[in-house]
């Protein structure tokens, strides 16, 4: 896959087998985790110059712009690499739902420890 990332920035990224990193999506002013996706090279790139988070779907094999369908957008806010440049973390602020089972997280159905 072609891509129009800056390439000083694509050289910097470790990214797994398949070309793909982790995206976490937290929400900017709360800083609630919603969702994890994957990017290659030209989801992040797409992703930083839209405003619009862009992920790569892996069993579609093809891009996708969270919110085009469902209407549940997520408007950028800031992107950040982790220490390793293997993660990329996505400030945005959330409209709607961010899991595709309609809940505001995906991480909110299967606690499996919980601080008293």
């Not at 000083?8 to 470790?14: I, M, T």
């Not at 779907?57 to 293997?86: F, I, M, N, P």
Request: charged residues 25%; proline residues 3%.
């Amino acid at each position: 896959m072609s891509s129009n990332l800056a390439p000083d920035l694509a050289a910097r990224l470790k990214r797994s087998p398949d070309g793909l990193l982790p995206a976490i999506a937290q929400q900017y002013d709360t800083g609630e985790v919603l969702m994890l996706g994957w990017m290659d090279d030209e989801a992040l790139h797409r992703t930083l110059t839209t405003g619009r988070c862009t992920y790569w779907s892996r069993s579609r094999q093809e891009y996708w712009v969270k919110g085009d369908t469902s209407g549940h957008v997520q408007h950028v806010k800031s992107v950040a690499l982790d220490c390793d440049a293997d993660t990329i973390l996505v400030k945005v602020d959330q409209i709607g739902a961010a899991c595709h089972t309609g809940t505001r997280t995906c991480f909110d159905t299967d606690v499996l420890l919980a601080a008293e």
